[in-house]
């Protein structure tokens, strides 16, 4: 069952994508209605929030900090990786969201759901696209959910990386908000350590700095009453 | 005269940064500096609306979003180009808005100082990196501004055809708010088919369609009164 598009009901897609047909055909008509439908992540909100704490970061924005972590932070991979790819892997690493929505990874119910309902987003999203171009994309997503590779499992610990960066620096609400405590985000993000030594250390620095002040706490609340 | 930093008095900015200091030396640290300053481009709003007019598009998700118009729009490129080139370019071009703010093409005084100002704002943004890392990426900024390779006038002509398509789908508020007429949209965004003669005709046959239902002026408003 595929979900209906965002746009449906506007007024001008379909006179865009004809006007893409006029002139590059099908093809460029199929590129640009997958690229107008995009257009609906950067209305995904996450979980996290800016590091001003002014509001949910969402997920188009999220993307593109993940794409410039990847390139900044490469050197410190512990396997040989494809820049590129890792960057174009985390660009539409996410896109599913805008049928699937965005699950906390800290949330083990919602997360049992996610795969199924990513999978037939993903049918539906990179079926826009022309036959070869949407399979390439969509096999390079399966890579990225798949953590075999070594780019996937070096996307997968920017991913990791970057919200807890904007968590510790919003002040931590969202780990307060959701019951989080130190133990559970270590053992979450611990793929961090795999793809890349250094970041992991980073990282648990950082957690170890929210702890001491309060903001990550060290343990489960006890229960209330 | 170099801007302050958005994040000067965040209470965590340099508790994060000594973590990567002492889990990856100097080099690390400079590098999350950045990636921490480059935060507020999700703050920096520009004049184009949302396809669903919801709100503006903020400079972050705006680059994301060209980084993927680049990757499936490339095969419509006048010129061979390095694609992973044009989007590492797309990725750092707008960083600079984060001090000299984002300034409509369609405004001759602001554009007037804009070179001036992003200037001063890449010192000091691409500055926060180790000195190699920075250098080179100063240098794709600047050769995404100065147009002069084929990498250069793609990714710009991206830049041109993105907000053509938000303006005509949002209803055309952000052409008719600043008195805006066909005549210089076609002026401005000629660029467009030197790069891309196709995305060129398909941006004409969109900005057709705006005008034709009043989205887009047709010609300059007489003067009131």
Chains 1, 2 share one sequence.
Not at 12 to 24: P, S
Not at 51 to 77: C, G, K, M, Q, T
Request: aromatic share 4%; glycine share 6%; charged share 25%.
């Amino acid at each position: 069952m595929s979900s209906a598009s965002p746009h449906d009901g506007h007024p001008h897609v379909e006179e865009v994508v004809d006007a893409a047909r006029g002139a590059g055909g099908d093809d460029l008509a199929a590129r640009v209605r997958f690229l107008l439908e995009l257009e609906a992540l950067k209305r995904v909100h996450r979980r996290s929030l800016l590091v001003d704490a002014s509001r949910p970061e969402n997920s188009a924005e999220h993307s593109w900090h993940l794409a410039l972590l990847a390139l900044l932070l490469a050197p410190h991979a512990a396997d040989a990786i494809d820049v590129p790819r890792v960057v174009e892997m985390l660009l539409v690493h996410d896109v599913v969201e805008i049928d699937a929505g965005d699950v906390l990874v800290y949330d083990t119910v919602a997360m049992a759901d996610k795969a199924r309902a990513e999978a037939e987003a993903a049918d539906r999203i990179f079926g826009l696209l022309p036959g070869a171009e949407g399979a390439r994309l969509r096999a390079l997503w399966e890579e990225y959910e798949d953590r075999a590779t070594p780019e996937a499992r070096f996307a997968y610990a920017v991913d990791r990386l970057q919200p807890v960066l904007l968590n510790a620096l919003s002040g931590g609400r969202t780990w307060q908000d959701h019951g989080v405590h130190l133990d559970r985000v270590l053992e979450v993000n611990a793929p961090i350590g795999d793809a890349a030594p250094e970041l992991w250390a980073f990282a648990r620095a950082v957690l170890d700095g929210a702890v001491a002040d309060g903001r990550l706490p060290s343990a489960p609340s006890p229960l209330p009453g």
